[in-house]
Antibody, heavy 123, light 106 residues
Framework: QVQLVQSGGEVKKPGASVMVSCKASGYTFSNYAITWVRQAPGQGLEWVGWISPYNGHTDYAQSVQGRATMTTDTSTSTAYMELRSLRSDDTGVYYC????????????????WGLGTLVTVSS | DIQMTQSPSSMSASVGDRLTITCRASQSISTFLNWYQQKPGKAPNLLIYSASTLQGGVSSRFSASGSGTDFTLTINSLLPEDFATYYCEQSYRVPFTFGPGTKVDI
């Protein structure tokens, strides 16, 4: 069965960097994009960005553009999101999720989700 | 960016009720619209994609419709486990954007 297992929670100071990992299993990792969504405490969902393991294509939300880098390691079926120059408003739960379209064909959605990684940015 | 709005922002309902949530896009998004359910402390769960296609394994009590800028999610015969927050998401253009959510209290 499809599973996405995320790394554990992190506490960082403002200006620091964090890397969150998302290890996939149960499907052919290289065929499906991984999307990242975050949720600030008590708030709604915010799309952060995505990466296509099959061609390396990425897109980022304006709120993290220039500070975020999404990568994949197809040898370990793992996706990574690095966020630099952390600010207090980056605090929240970060989810990775799978886009089930084979190589981007069809309508985007996120069908399997990780449990989330809490990133806390505090001095 | 495409802005998404939802109404109502919250609502109370009773078991057995029929419930409708509305989502509106700031520009036409054809049928590139997804619906998710999120329960407290849990990851979102995909209910509907492409505006009206039920995700596999999701109860047929959930249905949705719409195109262009106006969309609806309907839940028939509300059950206690339907207590959750519901989000719409446009998948027409990056950055994909979510509505602010509709919290349903049972």
């Amino acid at each position: 069965q499809v599973q996405l297992v995320q790394s554990g929670g992190e506490v960082k100071k403002p200006g620091a960097s964090v890397m969150v990992s998302c290890k996939a299993s149960g499907y052919t990792f290289s065929n499906y994009a991984i999307t990242w969504v975050r949720q600030a405490p008590g708030q709604g969902l915010e799309w952060v960005g995505w990466i296509s393991p099959y061609n390396g294509h990425t897109d980022y939300a304006q709120s993290v553009q220039g500070r975020a880098t999404m990568t994949t390691d197809t040898s370990t079926s793992t996706a990574y999101m690095e966020l630099r120059s952390l600010r207090s408003d980056d605090t929240g739960v970060y989810y990775c999720a799978r886009d089930p379209r084979i190589r981007g064909s069809g309508s985007y959605r996120a069908d399997y989700w990780g449990l989330g990684t809490l990133v806390t940015v505090s001095s | 960016d495409i802005q998404m709005t939802q109404s109502p922002s919250s609502m109370s309902a009773s078991v057995g009720d029929r419930l409708t949530i509305t989502c509106r896009a700031s520009q036409s998004i054809s049928t590139f619209l997804n619906w998710y359910q999120q329960k407290p402390g849990k990851a979102p769960n995909l209910l509907i994609y492409s505006a009206s296609t039920l995700q596999g394994g999701v109860s047929s009590r959930f249905s949705a419709s719409g195109s262009g800028t106006d969309f609806t999610l309907t839940i028939n015969s509300l059950l206690p486990e339907d207590f959750a927050t519901y989000y719409c998401e446009q998948s027409y253009r990056v950055p994909f954007t979510f509505g602010p959510g509709t919290k349903v209290d049972i």
